[in-house]
């Protein structure tokens, strides 16, 4: 059994800062990619940061120069460093993992179950 949780969001003021944190547990063999989406109600799940295939990082247009992705292979853990927040940065934060829980098995999505994040102007 796999899981994903996520933790350090809030509420914070325009300007301010949060780090996320995503630790994944489990019967877990292999990681491929950790990344972080967001949704807000009544939109489409949309990526945050994350690495997607190769090794380069990627982030939405809306975080670039902002927001910062981060992994600790080691741990299974997964990082978001979020500055100079927006109001429009509002959203529930999923973290989602590629991963395969026995050798030579495929790779399937998991995802955890969310933390909000709020920020007022």
């Known amino acids: 059994q796999v899981q994903l949780v996520e933790s350090g969001g809030g509420s914070v003021q325009s300007g301010g800062s949060l780090r996320l944190s995503c630790a994944a547990s489990?019967?877990?063999?292999?990681?491929?990619?950790m990344n972080w989406y967001r949704q807000v109600p009544g939109k489409q799940r949309e990526l945050v940061a994350g690495?997607?295939?190769?090794?380069?990082?990627n982030y939405a247009n809306a975080v670039k120069g902002r927001f910062t992705f981060s992994r600790d292979i080691g741990k299974n853990m997964a990082y978001l460093q979020m500055n100079s927040l927006k109001p429009e940065d509002t959203a529930v934060y999923f973290c989602?993992?590629?991963?395969?829980?026995?050798?030579?098995?495929?790779?399937?999505?998991?995802w955890g179950q969310g933390t909000q994040v709020t920020v007022s102007s």
């Open positions: 989602s993992a590629y991963l395969s829980v026995t050798s030579g098995g495929s790779y399937t999505q998991y």
């Open positions: 489990g019967t877990i063999f292999s990681i491929r990619a």
């Open positions: 690495i997607l295939g190769g090794s380069a990082t």
